[in-house]
Nanobody, 117 residues
Framework: QVQLAESGGGLVQAGGSLRLSCAAS????????MGWYRQAPGKQRELAAV?????????ADSVKGRFTISRDNAKNTWTVYLQMNNLKPEDTAVYYC?????????WGQGTQVTVSS
């Protein structure tokens, strides 16, 4: 089983930046990818960015060019970061870290990101 600990959310003005972190613990050897999803009020949870164990990344069109997902490359660790630049009010959401292990997924508790106009 994988446990996820998120940090880094907060309140920022439009055009500002935030960095989210997510550290995995437990059965990290089983992880083949991690990422961030987000859920705005009244909307479905959607993909923001993901990275796999080969370092390949995928982004939602709405965040391309503004968000960057990266991974701590230290051996036997899985910590991912989401650098969010040029934030917009529409980026306001709860951001959830997720880890994929075979057919199972683990989720963090979520961290609030609020962007004021």
């Amino acid at each position: 089983q994988v446990q996820l600990a998120e940090s880094g959310g907060g309140l920022v003005q439009a055009g500002g930046s935030l960095r989210l972190s997510c550290a995995a613990s437990g059965s990290i050897f089983s992880i083949n990818g991690m990422g961030w999803y987000r859920q705005a009020p009244g909307k479905q949870r959607e993909l923001a960015a993901v990275i796999n164990n080969a370092g390949s990344t995928n982004y939602a069109d709405s965040v391309k060019g503004r968000f960057t997902i990266s991974r701590d490359n230290a051996k036997n660790t899985w910590t991912v970061y989401l650098q969010m630049n040029n934030l917009k009010p529409e980026d306001t959401a709860v951001y959830y870290c997720t880890a994929a292990s075979g057919v199972a997924s683990s989720w963090g508790q979520g961290t609030q990101v609020t962007v004021s106009s």
